[in-house]
């Protein structure tokens, strides 16, 4: 005998007689019925009613019967269930050692599916997370590991403010010496082969080499490219794991010193050298971190409960969100952003962004990506794995995932890119997926949602439909979900300005993604969790201000914005009058 949920369902003949207007015998409608039902009895009467074009005056009656047959046939089904659980159990064909296994094993764990939407609603990820349970008499004892503690002990260091700025201040030079190896690794790999190209080009113009020759060369140079390379990537990751060893043990005796003496003393570590050279802070953000144009709202959504909502619009590079501002002195303060992204680490106030990504097997990085995992690489991270880490560990996830999609799908139901990356092997990401990575090196980011984008979205003809805007709804509410309360969007969905990006294109495409955000937003007060405070839409760097200032524009026209009410006030009191009706 099994003690878990029976899935078996009895199929049961629903007979009922109704009289028409039209004939004088009656007419019999007999229909199968699953037992137990699962769904509403209101809606199947619906359904009945429209596919036998019922007549309406026999709605409330042949409700009334449904509901007494499905619930007269479940007791039913119940009772013949329990009577043959009891039959077993007297006929000594249950094994009781096995239940009371069950019974304890489920007293001491509960499986938590957690839903983690991937891409549309079409599919999702199953994480089975084990939890001790609600009856502590049975749970089993958890030790904390060390990652939990490390992150309790960061938080209340954190937020303790005598130790704010002395524990930024360290990160920073940690940063610093890490940028420092890198900027060499850079210098060398780009030395090599600048001299590896001028070699090549030196070889080709001789006439005198032949094929064999050139190859031999190519090879060679490839060879001592992988071995410079290597070499260097050791190097930092060592460094990096050094630093993050011992990061983690000065903020434990850290945390030490400040319970006993209730003052810090400055760390004083072999991997953070005072001799660094000089780095510009040009050469170090990779571009300017400051907005050309902004534009802030402030907006009520909902029909009864309304809720407020910040709502920026401007014009930046999307990795300013991510780059920090290295400084050479260590002891100034550190930049209000990246103060408030670490007070904001293990909270329930964290930030968002959306980073649209052309690479939709994860094998090899270019454009945008690449260019934000080299910021991502350019510090340690001390709380997470680190970027390409995680990069791994989603491609077994999301190779999972794209075969339970695959062998869920009816081949009907698909549209023109799902069968074409069916037949070409079935491994591919498709427009729309999104993952996410988290990171605690970055400027003004927590979350990054990697959305799967490719060239459809360069047309002008996409609409609510589109597995981006569907990427877009289910970005809103994990991050709705998980107290991602501040989340920026790329407005237009794309990071760069092009030819086809018109004024009219630019104004479609803003419009249709406002609409479909603004939705998104009140459909999110039926989601639960937290609510999205601040959202910010970006748009490409380089955009002209007349389009910029028309987005800024459409943006109050979309959302309700709240003005405040003018009263005049006049020197002399006036009474209102009244005019009387005739």
Not at 88 to 116: G, R, S, Y
Not at 183 to 196: C, D, K, M, V, Y
Not at 364 to 376: D, I, P, R
């Given at each position: 005998?099994?003690?878990?949920?029976?899935?078996?369902?009895?199929?049961?003949?629903?007979?009922?007689?109704?009289?028409t207007?039209?004939?004088?015998?009656?007419?019999?409608?007999?229909?199968?019925?699953?037992?137990?039902?699962?769904?509403l009895?209101?809606?199947?009467?619906?359904?009945?009613?429209?596919n036998?074009?019922?007549?309406c005056?026999?709605?409330?009656?042949?409700?009334?019967?449904?509901?007494?047959?499905?619930?007269?046939?479940?007791?039913?089904?119940?009772?013949?269930?329990?009577?043959?659980?009891?039959?077993?159990?007297?006929?000594?064909?249950?094994?009781?050692?096995?239940?009371?296994?069950?019974?304890?094993?489920?007293?001491?764990?509960?499986?938590?599916?957690?839903?983690?939407?991937?891409?549309?609603?079409?599919?999702?990820?199953?994480?089975?997370?084990?939890?001790?349970?609600?009856?502590t008499?049975?749970?089993?004892?958890?030790?904390?590991?060390?990652?939990?503690?490390?992150?309790?002990?960061?938080?209340?260091?954190?937020?303790?403010?005598?130790?704010?700025?002395?524990?930024?201040?360290?990160?920073?030079?940690?940063a610093?010496?890490?940028?420092?190896?890198?900027?060499?690794?850079?210098?060398?790999?780009?030395?090599?082969t600048?001299?590896?190209?001028?070699?090549?080009?030196?070889?080709?113009?001789?006439?005198?080499n032949?094929?064999?020759?050139?190859?031999?060369?190519?090879?060679?140079h490839?060879?001592?490219?992988?071995?410079?390379?290597?070499?260097?990537?050791?190097?930092?990751?060592?460094?990096?794991?050094?630093?993050?060893?011992?990061?983690?043990?000065?903020?434990?005796?850290?945390?030490?010193?400040?319970?006993?003496?209730?003052?810090?003393?400055?760390?004083?570590?072999?991997?953070?050298p005072?001799?660094?050279?000089?780095?510009?802070?040009?050469?170090?953000?990779?571009?300017?971190?400051?907005?050309?144009?902004?534009?802030?709202?402030?907006?009520?959504?909902?029909?009864?409960?309304?809720q407020?909502?910040?709502?920026?619009?401007?014009?930046?590079d999307?990795l300013?969100?991510?780059?920090?501002?290295?400084?050479?002195?260590?002891?100034?303060?550190?930049?209000?952003?990246?103060?408030?992204?670490?007070?904001?680490?293990?909270?329930?106030?964290?930030?968002?962004?959306?980073?649209?990504?052309?690479?939709?097997?994860?094998?090899?990085?270019?454009?945008?990506a690449?260019?934000?995992?080299?910021?991502?690489?350019?510090?340690?991270?001390?709380?997470?794995?680190?970027?390409?880490?995680?990069?791994?560990?989603?491609?077994?996830?999301?190779k999972?995932?794209?075969?339970?999609?695959?062998?869920?799908?009816?081949?009907?139901?698909?549209?023109?890119?799902?069968?074409?990356?069916?037949?070409?092997?079935?491994?591919?990401?498709?427009?729309?997926?999104?993952?996410?990575?988290k990171?605690?090196?970055?400027?003004?980011?927590?979350?990054?949602?990697?959305?799967?984008?490719?060239?459809?979205?360069?047309?002008?003809?996409?609409?609510?439909?589109?597995?981006?805007?569907?990427?877009?709804?289910?970005?809103?509410?994990?991050?709705?979900?998980?107290?991602?309360?501040?989340?920026?969007?790329?407005?237009?969905?794309?990071?760069?300005?092009?030819?086809?990006?018109?004024?009219?294109?630019?104004?479609?495409?803003?419009e249709?993604?406002?609409k479909?955000?603004?939705?998104?937003?009140?459909?999110?007060?039926?989601?639960?969790g937290?609510?999205?405070?601040?959202l910010?839409?970006?748009?490409?760097?380089?955009?002209?201000?007349?389009?910029?200032?028309?987005?800024?524009?459409?943006?109050?026209?979309?959302?309700?914005?709240?003005?405040?009410?003018?009263?005049?006030?006049?020197?002399?009191?006036?009474?209102?009058?009244?005019?009387?009706?005739?």
């Amino acid at each position: 005998m099994n003690f878990e949920e029976d899935d078996t369902k009895h199929i049961e003949t629903f007979h009922y007689i109704f009289p028409t207007l039209t004939t004088e015998k009656d007419q019999i409608l007999e229909i199968p019925i699953e037992i137990p039902f699962l769904g509403l009895v209101s809606e199947l009467t619906k359904r009945i009613m429209e596919n036998f074009s019922l007549p309406c005056y026999i709605e409330d009656e042949l409700n009334g019967a449904l509901e007494h047959f499905i619930k007269t046939q479940t007791i039913e089904y119940h009772d013949r269930v329990a009577v043959e659980a009891i039959e077993n159990v007297q006929n000594n064909m249950v094994d009781v050692e096995d239940i009371i296994k069950k019974w304890e094993k489920l007293f001491k764990e509960v499986v938590h599916f957690k839903k983690v939407y991937f891409s549309n609603i079409k599919y999702y990820f199953i994480n089975y997370d084990f939890y001790s349970q609600e009856t502590t008499e049975y749970a089993e004892k958890k030790i904390s590991s060390d990652n939990e503690v490390f992150s309790n002990v960061y938080h209340k260091l954190m937020h303790s403010g005598a130790a704010l700025q002395t524990m930024l201040q360290v990160e920073q030079s940690y940063a610093l010496a890490a940028s420092h190896v890198m900027s060499q690794r850079n210098e060398q790999i780009s030395s090599l082969t600048a001299q590896q190209t001028e070699e090549i080009t030196n070889a080709l113009e001789n006439t005198l080499n032949n094929e064999t020759y050139i190859n031999e060369m190519v090879a060679k140079h490839f060879e001592d490219q992988n071995l410079l390379q290597g070499r260097w990537n050791s190097e930092v990751d060592t460094l990096k794991e050094t630093q993050k060893r011992e990061y983690r043990e000065w903020i434990m005796k850290l945390l030490e010193e400040y319970q006993t003496n209730n003052t810090l003393s400055p760390l004083c570590s072999p991997t953070s050298p005072t001799d660094i050279p000089s780095f510009s802070e040009t050469s170090v953000l990779g571009g300017s971190s400051i907005p050309m144009m902004e534009e802030s709202f402030t907006i009520h959504l909902g029909s009864q409960m309304k809720q407020m909502h910040n709502i920026r619009i401007m014009s930046a590079d999307i990795l300013d969100f991510c780059r920090i501002k290295l400084k050479n002195d260590v002891s100034v303060n550190p930049s209000p952003q990246r103060l408030q992204t670490a007070l904001g680490l293990y909270s329930n106030d964290l930030c968002g962004l959306v980073l649209l990504n052309d690479n939709n097997d994860l094998s090899g990085f270019s454009g945008l990506a690449k260019k934000f995992y080299e910021v991502c690489d350019c510090s340690t991270e001390f709380h997470f794995p680190g970027v390409l880490e995680q990069l791994e560990t989603l491609k077994i996830q999301i190779k999972d995932a794209v075969s339970w999609r695959n062998s869920c799908q009816h081949p009907g139901n698909l549209t023109t890119s799902e069968q074409q990356s069916r037949r070409s092997g079935s491994k591919h990401l498709q427009t729309g997926d999104v993952f996410l990575t988290k990171h605690s090196n970055l400027s003004s980011v927590h979350i990054v949602f990697h959305m799967i984008v490719d060239d459809s979205l360069r047309s002008n003809e996409i609409n609510s439909r589109h597995s981006a805007i569907l990427g877009l709804r289910n970005i809103l509410k994990t991050a709705c979900l998980n107290d991602i309360t501040t989340l920026t969007i790329p407005v237009l969905l794309m990071h760069e300005m092009t030819e086809e990006m018109t004024v009219a294109w630019c104004t479609k495409r803003a419009e249709l993604v406002f609409k479909c955000v603004k939705g998104f937003m009140i459909e999110m007060a039926s989601w639960g969790g937290s609510d999205l405070k601040n959202l910010q839409f970006l748009v490409p760097k380089g955009i002209s201000e007349e389009v910029f200032a028309s987005l800024a524009t459409m943006l109050p026209s979309i959302f309700r914005v709240s003005n405040p009410l003018v009263f005049k006030v006049s020197s002399t009191p006036t009474t209102p009058k009244i005019k009387a009706r005739r």
